[in-house]
């Protein structure tokens, strides 16, 4: 991957594995609960299983919600680019997402949901979900969760005031 890519984590480079991976990943958000039951069981049975194995098996089965593309994809940055990463996650709406450090900037992945065109700049994502919340009502749920709570899924970091929910208001 690094040859064929970049030999370091760029912007660029990230954004393109990330969306090769979402172009083979089977998103199963919306399926039927008993067909989603029958396929998952074994592998939602996380607590079980290290967070690396974790990070392995959504990266290599590509297929799940968006917890397991953030899961898998982290894990594919960082093996094929170095890139640092994280998943953050919503505490009110069922949302999870990647983020990718790049020259000290942390970077929004959504491609199964919120920045499917283009990463967004961390410190800016709460402006962007606000600009796409005018133009689309399913963006402002999240815009109103981001507000909520946004955590780091490994550290539990609260991460809103970095990501532009401004605490105060």
Not at 74 to 87: D, E, M, P, Q, Y
Request: proline share 1%; net charge neutral; charged share 25%.
């Amino acid at each position: 991957m690094r040859a064929r890519y970049e030999s370091h984590c760029s912007l660029d480079g990230a954004w393109l594995i990330a969306r090769k991976f979402n172009d083979s990943y089977f998103n199963v958000y919306g399926i039927n609960n008993y067909v989603r039951f029958k396929l998952f069981t074994k592998i939602e049975e996380f607590d079980l299983i290290s967070m690396e194995f974790r990070e392995i098996l959504s990266a290599v089965v590509r297929m799940g919600t968006c917890s397991e593309f953030a899961l898998g994809s982290a894990r594919l940055l960082r093996n094929s680019l170095g890139c640092k990463t994280r998943v953050a996650v919503f505490k009110t709406v069922d949302h999870a997402f990647p983020e990718v450090r790049i020259n000290g900037t942390w970077y929004v992945f959504d491609l199964t949901y919120t920045t499917r065109n283009k990463p967004v700049e961390a410190s800016k994502y709460a402006e962007y979900l606000h600009n796409e919340c005018v133009m689309e009502h399913r963006f402002c749920e999240v815009l109103r969760a981001g507000f909520d709570g946004l955590i780091d899924s490994v550290t539990g970091e609260d991460l809103r005031a970095e990501h532009g929910f401004n605490l105060n208001n």
